[in-house]
């Protein structure tokens, strides 16, 4: 299943805060202080209006 949404609207202040920690041999990734857990690939570009575009790749079950 594909599936590719976009949200328009948003304000830079409702933005999350991202955080990129080093831990172990590995990363760690967080937003708002809350771990992103099984990332398998990522990927941040640049956007507009000083902020970033993050792209994900998770390890999830469905449903």
Avoid at 24 to 40: A, F, M, P, R
Avoid at 45 to 57: A, F, M, Q, Y
């Amino acid at each position: 299943m594909d599936s590719i949404r976009e949200v328009r609207g948003i304000t830079s202040d409702s933005l999350q805060k991202l955080s990129i920690e080093k831990k172990g041999t590995g990363i760690c990734l967080s937003l708002d202080q809350k771990e992103l857990k099984h990332v398998k690939e990522y990927k941040i570009e640049s956007s507009s209006g000083g902020s970033v575009e993050l792209t994900l790749k998770l390890l999830v079950t469905y449903p």
